[in-house]
């Protein structure tokens, strides 16, 4: 099996009242053993997320913000990755992806974070991501993240009811009345499995946000999710939310992970230390300047 987990973990894992939360997001992904890890919300992590990956027994490939927070895939060294790069769109935080080699063929993996203020906004780059998709995601392609975006079909009325006004007008439409959930239907309309109704497991609804760490903009919601192709969401066995102690303390939402039937390709042991690596981020805050080696790093 191989275990893909996609976790925001809030401002890098620091609070502006100075918590750090680094040691308890270490502990959580220590204990999941994702092989392959999306990342949101990397505040401040641009020059030393090696730092923390090293420390999950990860290597890290980074996407930087225009406007936003960076964002990441970490992919254990046991895996051969065949590219990297970045979604070429001015989203508000980033997208990033790495193409890893499996038995059954590549296997890409996209890690986003939508806007989140508004929903025209998140719709927009929806639709830039399913284009990478199905432009370059392949066969086997799983966009993971958090999409700050209800999900479709569900009324989400009374849960809207009590957050605030200021919070709730982020899940609205223009009329103040509708619910927005059109990011993650253009998802769907553009052909990705939502792999949480597929295979989820652990009972609440496979709700992300809040947790014990806070969140007073959110109200039980699933905002983070696993969307796959057909041929990938096959192979998913299970999907679950990871909400134990570690978790519910280590940022405002919960990691969401998934089990696939896929085994890694043998690794060519001559490519451990060449350039399919991840070199050191430059000093440039530039982002198209990824933390890829120039061999990895791609236009997509």
Known sequence: MLRVMTWNIRTGGRDRDGTDRRDRIVSVVTAQRPDVLALQELRGLDRTLGGLAERTGLVPYLARSCFGQPVAVLVRPSLRVLRSGRVRRPFHHAAALVRV????????????????????????????????????????????????????????????????????????RRDGRTVDTRAVARLLDGGLVDLWPRAGGDGPGGLTVPTGHGGAEFAGMRLDYLLATPALADRVRAVRVIRDAEADTASDHYPLLAELDLTPAALDQSRIFGSSRPARAPSSTSPSSGSASSRGRGRF
Not at 114 to 127: H, T, V, Y
Not at 143 to 152: F, R
């Open 101 to 172: 080699a499996t038995g059954a063929g590549p296997l890409t993996v996209f890690s986003t974070h939508l806007n989140p203020w508004s929903g025209g906004r998140r719709r927009i780059e929806a639709g830039w991501l399913a284009a990478a998709v199905r432009r370059s995601g392949g066969e086997l392609a799983v966009l993971a993240g958090d999409l700050n975006t209800l999900e479709p079909a569900i009324d989400h009325t009374a849960r809207l009811a009590g957050l605030a006004a200021a919070y709730r007008r982020r899940h609205l």
